[in-house]
Each structure stands twice: as structure tokens, then as C-alpha cells.
């Protein structure tokens, strides 16, 4: 299974962003997929995950309310639409998925926000 993600880039403050994600390798869907991403000098973080057997979504505080994370399950792809972007957003963006039990990681899209 592969996940490429796209649709990072620089944006000022304030500003919005969509990154994809597309799996392939796989003829099922997963049930977790979502977004992590990594600041220079920090631990990896989540962002935001779906769940697709229960329906529900789940975000880090201090994106709820800004981001959203949707899927096509049927075609394993998940995006995240960023808006209001801030500084501290400022990162390389995981596409994730939950695949048998183990987690499988994109290769990384870099997210810059200019203030």
C-alpha cells in the first residue's frame, strides 16, 4: 500500500490550503485514515483522523474549528481543507492509514505559512 499526498505549497496568513491524498496497493478500504504532521525541531502530531466504521472524525485542538478532514471511502483518498491558516501551522503534513494493523505513511507534503 502507498499513500502520495499533493497540495502543500506557501500561503500567507489567513490564507487556505487542501492537501489530497490517494492510496493505492489496496482493493479495500481502511477504516483510519487521516493527517499528522511534523514542525522542525518537534514530534510528529496528529491533525486530524476519520473513522470509517463508526463515522466520526477527531481533530487537535488547535485546528478544530479550521481544518476538515473528508474521504472517499470507496476510492481510499482523505483530504484536509486548511483555512485560516497560521504561522504555527507551519510543517510537513502525513497522510496516514490504519492498514491491518499497522500504520503506513505518506511521503510528506511541506506546508509554509508567511505572517
Known amino acids: 500500500v502507498q499513500l502520495v499526498e499533493s497540495g502543500g505549497g506557501l500561503v500567507q496568513a489567513g490564507g487556505s490550503l487542501r492537501l489530497s491524498c490517494a492510496a493505492s496497493?489496496?482493493?479495500?478500504?481502511?477504516?483510519?485514515m487521516g493527517w499528522y504532521r511534523q514542525a522542525p525541531g518537534k514530534p510528529r502530531e496528529l491533525v486530524a483522523i476519520?473513522?470509517?466504521?463508526?463515522?466520526?472524525?477527531n481533530y487537535a485542538d488547535s485546528v478544530k474549528g479550521r481544518f476538515t478532514i473528508s474521504r472517499e471511502i470507496a476510492k481510499n483518498t482523505v483530504a484536509l481543507q486548511m483555512n485560516s491558516l497560521k504561522s504555527e501551522d507551519t510543517a510537513v503534513y502525513y497522510c496516514?492509514?490504519?492498514?491491518?494493523?499497522?500504520?503506513?505513511w505518506g511521503q510528506g507534503t511541506q506546508v509554509t505559512v508567511s505572517s
Open positions: 496497493g489496496s482493493t479495500f478500504s481502511f477504516n483510519i
Open positions: 476519520s473513522i470509517r466504521d463508526v463515522g466520526g472524525t
Open positions: 496516514y492509514a490504519l492498514v491491518g494493523g499497522a500504520p503506513v
